[in-house]
């Protein structure tokens, strides 16, 4: 049986002020000394050297309208509509600092549905 692989799904946010300060400032923290990054935390740079931040689930925590990233504050979220679905597992938040702008996305494994004995 295959299993559905990952889905990664790009969201509209609120940047703020205080929000772009705590990404740079995370941003210079990691080029200074990467083990200066708090757990459940990665940087990277791209191929096209954009600055990459994930957050693994143990370092977020997801509101109604917003996220909460250990280290950085809320990200406020455009938009009523779940952000993945309920019982999907390995979720992890993706921040990219783009030209455009930053883009903000999710990655998660969707919830494994079996269909067993369906007389």
Known sequence: MSHVKSREV?????????LLQALDAMREAWRCDAHSV???????????GQFVLVAAESAFVTLPGACV???????EMVGADPVFEE???SKTLVLRDTPEGWKFSVKFVP???RERNNK
């Open 87 to 89: 019982a999907a597992s």
């Open 10 to 18: 790009v969201l509209a946010i609120k940047i703020t002020e205080d």
């Open 69 to 75: 990233i250990k280290g950085l504050g809320a990200i």
């Open 38 to 48: 708090p757990k459940g935390l990665s940087c990277s740079q791209s191929k096209e």
């Open 111 to 113: 919830p494994i549905v």
